[in-house]
């Protein structure tokens, strides 16, 4: 997600920390949750007949996933104004939670300049309603990026039982706005929403970080009830994205901890379900843009996701 355009403004300046030991550091509660809860409930290695929450990346239908680093989304999208539903949910330990997953952008938003440039309310205040988002230095987009990591997570989660939506799989012209990708969160009364993203930040600037709702109450926005359950959800995310991808904290942005709070965005403000946003990498850097263009390297991204995910969910 680049931080030019809508829902996307810069945020302020932070201090930056100093070295990489001290960001580990500062994600360690939050890490330490993440995995304390996961151990509790089961880890990669669990047999899947135990009834313990475990995503395994080695299973049938993970291997499934894309595994190419140029993977596409589908050709001839076709236009639609609802979310992308899930297969029949299996048997397992998340049968009857609701997952919601965002990718951030539509491969065809470039082409539709007018229409992602109108301006929607995001409850404190109007903004347009989408970007083009970000992309490589060689052109690997952001939206292919995104779309792709969904797809991996929507494999993984179903596996566990749980009924997976995506705001949007290529299936329209362009969209959804950021009030309209809110809005199928909560009418699907998702248990959990994750958005997901890729920065797209100066050269140097590497490393994920997770964005967190603030408490807004303005207007149409009230982010009071989920501002807890949304941040256990970013920390446990988080937890599992370090250690399933090896991936540190950014080292511009939050701290060094991982975790940022904003109160700017749509997607977060009118939300009414427990809701984050995952900067994945920055694409703009050639060693995280290295990492993000591995087909490999997205199916660790997309296990850390999850991982935190069932952990969320199970509690």
């Known amino acids: 997600m680049s931080y030019v355009g809508p829902d996307f403004e810069p945020p302020q300046p932070r201090r930056r920390r100093g070295p990489l030991t001290v960001a580990l550091a500062a994600l360690v509660p939050g890490a330490l949750l993440g995995w304390l809860v996961y151990e509790t409930v089961g880890g990669p290695g669990d047999d899947g007949g135990s009834g313990r929450a475990s995503v395994r990346s080695s299973s049938p239908a993970a291997s499934s996933a894309p595994s190419d680093d140029a993977k596409e989304p589908s050709a001839s999208p076709k236009p ?7 297969a029949p949910a299996a048997s397992g330990p998340l049968k009857g939670k609701v997952v919601v997953i965002d990718p951030g952008h539509n491969p065809g938003n470039f082409q539709h300049a007018s229409e ?36 991996r997570m929507r494999t993984l989660l179903q596996e566990q039982g749980a009924t997976v939506k995506l705001t949007q799989d290529g299936d329209r012209p362009f969209g959804p706005c950021v009030d309209e990708r809110a809005r199928i969160g909560n009418q699907a009364k998702a248990d959990a929403v994750v958005s997901i993203h890729a920065d797209g930040s100066g050269a140097g600037n590497r490393g994920f970080h997770v964005i967190l709702p603030g408490a807004v109450h303005a207007g149409a926005a009230d982010t009071r009830a989920i501002v807890g359950p949304s941040r256990d959800l970013g920390e446990r ?7 399933v991808t090896g991936s540190a904290p950014s080292n511009y942005i939050g701290d060094g901890g991982g975790l940022v709070t904003r109160k700017d965005l749509g997607g977060l403000n009118l939300s009414t379900v427990p809701k984050v946003f995952i900067e994945c990498g920055n694409m703009r850097d050639s060693k995280d843009a290295a990492l993000l263009t591995s087909g490999a390297w997205r199916q660790k991204a997309a296990q850390g996701i999850s991982e935190g995910i069932v952990s969320f969910l199970r509690g």
């Open 80 to 86: 639609t104004t609802t979310p992308s539903a899930s």
């Open 116 to 151: 992602i440039n109108r301006k929607v309310n995001i409850g404190t205040n109007s903004k347009e309603c989408d970007t083009t988002g970000t992309s490589t230095n060689d052109g690997y987009t952001e939206a292919k990026f995104t779309l792709d990591v969904a797809h």
């Open 237 to 243: 995310v988080a937890g599992r994205f370090v250690a």
